[in-house]
């Protein structure tokens, strides 16, 4: 590896935890500062990840939620990745990940990949694995989806 080679790959890693250090201190600023959540989807950056992710953007995706083992949102997964993307703020990480697995989706890219809706909404749509579904399509109980106001109360979603 030379002299440059070296220096940007610094850079890039100097960024990322730059970036990863911003999100905590605007975690921290929002949660100090108790300011106004317009959904349950639109959560603070409560838990930063410090895992880096460096594959293609579905590559990346897929892998936090088979580490999270359950259902995600993509308000959860951008959440995980956000700090893997410097360069992006956490909207566009967001939308991106949507326009990716909807792609993956409906191309048929992986076969294991699937969506369930709570609602006609697009907003409440999560994301998992085939193989989580019972036979009537419903989300088995052990990869349900959890909601923030229902992680308070210790529920799932009852369908």
Known sequence: MD???FLN???SEVEKELSSLRAALSAYERSSSKSNINSEYDTDL???SNEKYDGTWIENILTVIKNKNRFLHNTEIAN????SYADKDKKSVKRRISA????ALSKGEIDSLTNHRFSNSIKDTV???KEWLDEQGQIKKEYMYTSKENNKNNKTFDF
Not at 100 to 103: A, E, F, G, K, Q
């Open 80 to 83: 995980e990745l956000y700090s």
């Open 46 to 48: 409560q838990e930063v």
């Open 9 to 11: 790959r610094r850079i």
């Open 100 to 103: 990716v697995l909807s792609s």
């Open 127 to 129: 994301w998992g694995k």
């Open 3 to 5: 002299t440059k080679e």
